[in-house]
């Protein structure tokens, strides 16, 4: 029942005639929700495009606003829909975090960092890694729930997890035979108590997010 407006523009539009029409879509009161897909052409600028969104409006929780909200434990505020879907998965399965050590690797403000600020609020312990980190592999077999947002297919191998750790997946890539996969080596599931599969698992709960979302901006914009 939820009825979608797509609003395309040419990718050559200038950074400013980009911003006029945005603001039209943001202004409009029968705009419950929006969700800007990134990445923008290179000639727009993205920080301020985010910037601009209204924040009761932010599906994915992208503006300042909102990541300030998520960052300080407001809930009132949206947080990006993968991060959410995250924390949706695992209180589905039943899978409490309450004192659990939470290894999440990645550290973009879609996934990593605002899940993060979930986890901690949720009570979890939470170490964030990344390629960088030194001796990642043994981070990694510390953690009872391991979440994968590296963005590369199959980096999390089996030596990298401890026997019966949850693992939450939610890379989208394509391998060399150019079928979707994701972030975590299927070999894992020998290991792990639970694990997400891509396609499918945090996927499909991102949808999920997305419209639970819309129907809280729908509220939020029709004093509800």
Known sequence: GLRVQSFVYPKEISHEDFMR????????????GILLLCPLPKQID???????????????GIS???AAK??????????????EAV?????????????????????SMVVGRPLAMLLLKAN????????????????????DILVAAVGKAGF????????????????INRNAEGKVCGDVDPAVMEKASYM???PGGAGPMTITMLMKNTLKAAKIQNGL
């Open 64 to 66: 300042p606003v909102n």
């Open 87 to 107: 924390m949706e998965v695992l209180k589905t399965a039943g899978i409490s975090v309450r004192g659990k050590r939470v290894v999440i690797v990645g550290r």
């Open 156 to 171: 999390i191998t089996p030596d990298m997890v401890k026997d019966g750790a949850v693992v939450i997946d939610v890379g």
């Open 21 to 32: 029409e945005f603001q039209k879509v943001n202004e409009d009161e029968d705009v419950d």
């Open 124 to 143: 979890a312990t939470v170490t964030v890694c990344h390629t960088r980190t030194k001796d990642l592999k043994a981070v990694c077999r510390e953690a």
């Open 196 to 198: 997400t599969p891509v």
């Open 46 to 60: 993205q920080k301020k495009a985010a910037a601009a969104i209204d924040p009761c409006k932010d599906l994915d």
């Open 70 to 83: 998520v960052f300080s434990g407001n809930q009132e505020g949206f947080a990006p829909c993968t991060a």
